[in-house]
């Protein structure tokens, strides 16, 4: 069975930094792209970020260009989100996803909520 | 960026009911169109890719059509389950952008 968890969300002030986790398990992690969508509270999905099967290709949405970084460990079967300069509009719910030919998101996480608020 | 349009926002129906729910691409993104479901408080489910193929263990009674920037996405038979928000996404270029939701109501 797929599974993947997330954690790492919290309550942070704005310009701090947030390093999000998600593990997966039941499937070949290394083979697949990975992705994190986010859904601010009460609003709609929007796709944050995706990393290739190697790690060699990362892209990002504009808005979070130059403040977080997509990383994955295919060891520890793991994938990260490493959020910084974070502002109130970054507020949301953070999911992982499995993503088939990179832009099919057939697996998500339970979710992880990041507070960005002073 | 390819933005997403979807229609209604919300829409109310009863068990049983056959619905039909639209998505419009701001430009041509061929096939590359998929859906999800999200039920309250949950994450979202992968229903639909490439604008009509439905995804493994999904009841036949959603289907998808369109192409270029006019889908549907549509429930031959309203089931209690299916009470949930409607999510369409462009794979079509990064970066993936979802439309604003339709969420189902029981009428």
């Known amino acids: 069975e797929v599974q993947l968890v997330e954690s790492g969300g919290g309550l942070v002030q704005p310009g701090g930094s947030l390093r999000l986790s998600c593990v997966a398990s039941?499937?070949?992690?290394?083979?697949?792209?990975m992705t994190w969508v986010r859904q601010a509270p009460g609003k709609g999905l929007e796709w944050v970020a995706n990393?290739?099967?190697?790690?060699?290709?990362?892209y990002y949405v504009d808005s979070v260009k130059g403040r977080f970084t997509i990383s994955r460990d295919n060891s520890n079967n793991s994938l990260y989100l490493q959020m910084n300069s974070l502002r109130v509009e970054d507020t949301a719910v953070y999911y992982c996803?499995?993503?088939?030919?990179?832009?099919?998101?057939?697996?998500w996480g339970q979710g992880t909520l990041v507070t960005v608020s002073s | 960026d390819i933005q997403m349009t979807q229609s209604p926002s919300s829409l109310s129906a009863s068990v049983g009911d056959r619905v039909t729910i639209t998505c419009r691409a701001s430009?041509?993104?061929?096939?590359?169109l998929n859906w999800y479901q999200q039920q309250p408080g949950k994450a979202p489910k992968f229903l639909i890719y490439?604008?009509?193929s439905l995804q493994s263990g999904v009841p036949s009674r959603f289907s998808g059509s369109g192409s270029g920037t006019d889908f549907t996405l549509t429930i031959s038979s309203l089931q209690p389950e299916d009470f949930a928000t409607y999510y369409c996404?462009?794979?079509?270029?990064?970066?993936?952008?979802f439309g604003q939701g339709t969420k189902l109501e029981i009428k």
């Open positions: 996803a499995r993503a088939l030919l990179q832009y099919r998101f057939d697996y």
């Open positions: 039941g499937f070949t992690f290394n083979s697949y792209w």
């Open positions: 990393i290739k099967q190697d790690g060699s290709g990362k």
């Open positions: 430009q041509s993104i061929s096939s590359y």
């Open positions: 490439a604008a009509s």
């Open positions: 996404q462009q794979s079509y270029s990064i970066p993936y952008t």
